[in-house]
């Protein structure tokens, strides 16, 4: 057999191995995308049947700040049906979040390094926990508050103030959104610091910067009210000086542990 011929075979033969290795990434992300799917309709089907509750558990912030004679409305000839629906796949989606993160996990992390999995973990926990906490944010602390305020609006006006559930379910997803985003903030500082983008001292200097942004991203999302904004804005820079304090440890206990090397024999 020729040298041509023997690099042929072993180019064809290299080809193949590639080819077969790229097919079992794509059937393993296959599976993983079934999984997870499945895991979050297996929790919508668990908490199906308690749809109207759930809706009427998300709905109590305005409810209980409507004045006297307002209520919610349906416009849609399904939307008494469908809305409910929506609002507990979202709710089984948030449940099932861990799952999904998992999936996504198990997929990657045969790529990469030991260290990248030391940090991915607590990474990956710490930004479902603080999403959590940005949307109990939203619901318990800024829900009551703009409800309240713009029924103060509507007073004066003599306005009956009447909400359809399909309008007031797309609000409260994008405020949950808006603060749960939010608080990933420190977790976004960290990542930019780790990764070398920026620097605790870049990070410091740029805070009138983000204090103008934080101002703008609340007047673009939340109502056109000065306190709906001071909702957002306000926790976007208590967070961003958050993460600045959590970058400026991180990069402190890097330094001790490459420091503290073994002693020279």
Not at 60 to 75: A, D, F, Q, W, Y
Not at 199 to 207: A, H, N, P, Q
């Amino acid at each position: 057999m020729s040298t041509f011929d023997t690099r042929t075979d072993r180019d064809s033969g290299e080809a193949s191995e590639g080819d077969q290795t790229f097919v079992s990434h794509l059937a393993e992300l296959r599976d993983r995308i079934i999984r997870a799917g499945a895991s979050v309709i297996f929790a919508f089907i668990a908490l199906v049947y308690w749809s109207p509750d759930i809706f009427r558990l998300l709905a109590r912030p305005l409810m209980e700040n409507l004045p006297s004679g307002g209520k919610m409305i349906v416009t849609d000839v399904t939307g008494s049906f469908f809305v409910p629906m929506k609002v507990t796949m979202a709710v089984a989606f948030v449940v099932a979040l861990p799952v999904v993160l998992y999936q996504v996990w198990a997929f990657v992390a045969p790529g990469l390094y030991r260290n990248e999995k030391r940090l991915v973990v607590p990474l990956v926990g710490s930004s479902y926990l603080l999403f959590l906490c940005g949307m109990a944010f939203a619901y318990f602390v800024v829900f009551p508050a703009i409800f309240r305020v713009m029924a103060h609006y509507n007073a004066p006006l003599g306005a009956e103030m009447t909400t359809d559930i399909e309008n007031y379910l797309g609000f409260v997803l994008t405020m949950f959104i808006a603060f749960g985003v939010t608080f990933e903030v420190p977790i976004i500082v960290v990542l930019l610091v780790r990764m070398g983008a920026l620097t605790v001292e870049k990070l410091r200097k740029i805070r009138p910067y983000i204090a103008v942004c934080a101002f703008v991203v609340a007047a673009v999302v939340t109502p056109p009210d000065v306190f709906s904004q001071l909702m957002l804005a306000l926790p976007l820079i208590v967070l961003y000086e958050a993460g600045i304090l959590a970058a400026w440890l991180f990069v402190r206990n890097d330094a001790s542990a490459s420091d503290d090397g073994p002693p020279a024999s």
